[in-house]
């Protein structure tokens, strides 16, 4: 059996899909989780100078998506073709593109543009994406693709936990469908243990 | 045979890197640029309001990096297991991580805020990304990832064109691995049809 080591900040982040499909996997892994004083020491140590890295008998992987992508076809969380698998990584790259610009809020140290930002933000960004992932997922038999449950579901689900935490909102109060996806998710008996274990943190 | 359409502005951006691939592929495809005026009236029927979307048999795809690497599934330009295609992902993400703060410094409309982001990305951004990308092609024979041609290889390259028009410098100019990677795909004789072929734009 490999070893797996996960580095990342205190954080949900872009840790915790990989550590849902980690959990889904029911794979042991180490939670090593680098508190902000000790990273500048360790940054030069990872690739690119950045984390979430995941060591795997020593080897370090890095980005979070190219991880989670390879993770998933060892558990049957990616697609059974080509097709299957365009369809998870359209939904994937979608959700990437609704995650960045709460991520940019969220993160801007400004506070003019900070409000400039939640303006787009509350009014369009989050209606737009709310409406479009409720629609896709109603399309999908309550799923993001292929009418069954994929990495790219577990990336969601995850990555919302932490968004709401962001934005002190729940993004999926009003879109029935996907609050099913996640009631369905947080229910997996692997990933429930892996909730009610996970250590606390605000983000 | 299938029909392929591609729907983006009149610009190399994001559709580039679809368009080398197809071309490697020796597949024709409808090139299809929208002027900014015509837009608006497309963008309701664009799956998410962006492009850009390859229609395969008036099936719409969304996403570059999804279709990149759905095309190169069909020619080759994959991993021949998990192992390889998630080096190329890793690749493909690490750039993308370079190729964000590029856009976002150069769509700035703040003339200050641009100020700001043009001098981390002059003096930290850019030769970081070069020295770690020359340092990545030189331990993989040239390549991007796994000793080999990958659609990342392809991505990084018809994506670095743009990089450079829109930075107005060359990127690899001091980059010997990366330089020579780039003639070499420039080489590829159905890339060279491409390159003699299409469209000039300014971006």
Redesign the interface.
């Known amino acids: 059996m490999p070893s797996y080591k996960l580095y990342y900040f205190p954080i949900k982040g872009l840790a915790e899909p990989i550590r849902f499909i980690l959990s889904y996997m029911e794979q042991d892994f180490e939670d090593i989780r680098i508190e902000k004083d000790n990273w500048p020491a360790l940054k030069p140590k990872m690739p ?3 984390m979430p890295v995941l060591e795997v008998d020593g080897k370090q ?3 979070s ?3 989670c ?2 993770l998933a ?2 558990c049957g969380l990616n697609g059974k073709d ?2 299957e ?2 369809q998870i ?2 939904a ?3 959700f990437n ?1 609704f995650r ?1 610009p709460v991520a940019a809020y969220y993160y801007d140290p ?1 506070e003019d ?1 900070k409000k400039l930002k939640w303006e787009t933000l509350s009014k369009e960004t989050i209606p ?1 994406y709310q409406g ?1 992932f409720e629609e896709l997922a109603k399309n999908n038999g309550g799923y993001l693709a292929n009418g069954k449950l994929s990495w790219a579901d577990l990336y969601f689900v995850s990555c919302i936990d932490y968004l709401n935490a962001l934005l002190k909102q729940d993004l999926l109060e009003n879109t029935p469908t996907l609050k099913k996806l996640r009631e369905e998710i947080f229910a997996i008996p692997a990933i429930k243990k892996w909730l009610e274990k996970r250590p606390k943190s605000e983000v």
């Open positions: 690119f100078g950045k992987l890095h980005q998506a190219a991880i992508r390879y076809k060892q080509a097709w698998d365009l990584d359209i994937f790259e979608t593109d960045q400004n543009s737009f479009k």
